[in-house]
């Protein structure tokens, strides 16, 4: 048998789910969008100029100041994370209504693979989710991998039964297995689900009898209007106990201190939380123990002035996006007006294609974004873009969205 020649690879046989496996949209556009004199309005990315460095220095040498101490953090820890930690995160549960204790919550390595382990918990190959159209891609990417089928979750302005779902789910040749939504200033729209939505939500899941997955990582960053009630705490209201609810909570410390400290978190009844707890064994055994306890540090001590900061900063962004695009949008464009979070969702009339738009915007203006159509499970909304305001300044802002207003001012509108 001859060897490879330099223009051969050899791959093996992989698993079927390997297909169903794919690179982000937004992961590939960071290496693009970080060329000199591009403004970026693409990654849901903090701004590092609310990193609070300062506390995180002095974290990690407290952690590290006592040598027992230092030999904790650095070894092997609970699967289900620190327990001091996992209590301080039950009084912040508390806070949003929720009564709950430390066995209700699993540490994991960032929400992202909270999503993760529960698409591996529910999921079989063509079993039905739930989700909404546009959603969360990097949901989208943690499902996939189980290959299921998805189903678009429709909650306002609807007539749609539970009946049509469980029809719908039984074609598909699976079950239906749980919805899943971003209840607070969604990524990608930027949109807060309202209380009759979630209201609906909860009714719904009860005529189906599944879970429902409510991924709220920006929840403390609201600017305008009042906070609405969390699902799983609307859901405590009618089952009496967090062991009762099929709510389960994806929080996370990324948004609040740095996505470089990798932990989020799962609140669920504990019959859940037990079998997470087993995926978490056979995944990573644990999250960092350093960083579990480094997160700690800052929430005890400072949790509140990191949201007050973030609020302020954001706050004046999104107004200045908001401003810029109603100065500098086309005719026909619309846009959301989220009252927190990081992102806004702009809708441009039929016939616009966001990929392409993409390519002449880096190209001839310097301008980045995500196309809407990586958002939907289902390849649709091509006339849809992702604007993210967290990262660049208000003057990049302004420039970005009068650059992008004149691009697609320049693009001929097809006829429909």
Same mark, same amino acid.
């Given at each position: 048998m001859s060897a490879l020649s330099d223009l051969e690879t050899w791959e093996p046989r992989y698993a079927s789910r390997a297909a169903r496996m794919q690179a982000s949209e937004i992961?590939?556009?960071?290496?693009?969008?970080?060329?000199?004199g591009v403004i970026s309005f693409a990654g849901g990315i903090p701004d590092p100029a609310l990193f609070p460095l300062d506390d995180i220095r002095a974290a990690y040498q407290a952690v590290l100041a006592s040598d027992d101490r230092a030999n904790r953090a650095m070894q092997y820890s609970a699967s289900e994370g620190d327990p001091d930690l996992r209590d301080w995160i039950v009084g912040y549960m508390a806070g949003k209504g929720v009564d709950c204790t430390r066995?209700?919550?699993?540490i994991t390595n960032g929400s992202q693979q909270g999503l993760e382990f529960l698409g591996k918990l529910f999921l079989s190959p063509y079993d039905t989710a739930l989700v909404g159209a546009p959603t969360y891609l990097g949901a989208l990417q943690a499902f996939s991998a189980y290959e299921p089928v998805?189903?678009?979750?429709?909650?306002? @302005?609807? #007539?749609?039964? &539970?009946?049509?779902?469980?029809? /719908?789910?039984?074609?598909?040749?699976?079950?239906?297995?749980?919805?899943?939504?971003?209840?607070?200033?969604?990524?990608?729209?930027?949109?807060?689900?309202?209380?009759?939505?979630?209201?609906?939500l909860l009714r719904l899941a009860g005529e189906l009898d599944i879970p429902i997955i409510e991924d709220n990582p920006y929840s403390d960053l609201r600017y305008d209007g009042e906070p609405v009630p969390t699902i799983q705490s609307l859901n405590l209201q009618a089952c009496g106990s967090i062991n009762g609810s099929r709510v389960i909570y994806c929080g996370s410390f990324s948004k609040v201190f740095t996505?470089?400290?990798?932990?989020?978190?799962i609140c669920a009844s504990e019959k859940i939380i037990s079998r997470l707890i087993l995926i978490k064994q056979a995944s @990573?055994? #644990?999250?960092? &123990?350093?960083?579990?306890?480094? /997160?700690?540090?800052l929430a005890e001590r400072c949790y509140d002035q990191q949201i007050s900061k973030g609020r302020a900063s954001y706050r004046l962004k999104r107004d200045a996006m908001l401003k810029a695009l109603s100065a500098h949008m086309p005719k026909g464009a619309s846009w959301t007006k989220p009252e927190g979070g990081l992102f806004v969702w702009l809708t441009?009339?039929?016939?616009?294609?966001?990929?392409?738009?993409?390519?002449?915007?880096?190209?001839?203006?310097?301008?980045?974004?995500?196309?809407?159509?990586a958002f939907y499970a289902?390849?649709?909304?091509?006339?849809?873009?992702?604007?993210s305001f967290s990262l660049p300044d208000i003057e990049?802002?302004?420039?970005?969205?009068?650059?992008?207003?004149?691009?697609?001012?320049?693009?001929a509108t097809p006829t429909p």
């Open positions: 992961r590939d556009l960071l290496s693009i969008v970080e060329k000199p066995e209700n919550i699993l998805y189903d678009e979750l429709r909650l306002d @302005d609807t #007539n749609r039964t &539970a009946l049509s779902y469980q029809d /719908a789910a039984s074609e598909a040749g699976g079950a239906l297995k749980f919805s899943y939504v971003v209840s607070d200033f969604s990524n990608p729209t930027g949109e807060t689900l309202s209380l009759a939505a979630r209201t609906h996505p470089g400290l990798r932990v989020g978190w @990573d055994l #644990n999250s960092s &123990a350093i960083n579990q306890a480094v /997160a700690l540090h441009l009339p039929e016939g616009f294609d966001g990929a392409d738009l993409l390519q002449k915007s880096i190209a001839g203006f310097g301008v980045a974004f995500v196309p809407g159509r289902d390849g649709g909304g091509k006339n849809t873009l992702r604007l990049n802002i302004e420039t970005g969205i009068r650059r992008l207003g004149a691009l697609i001012g320049e693009v």
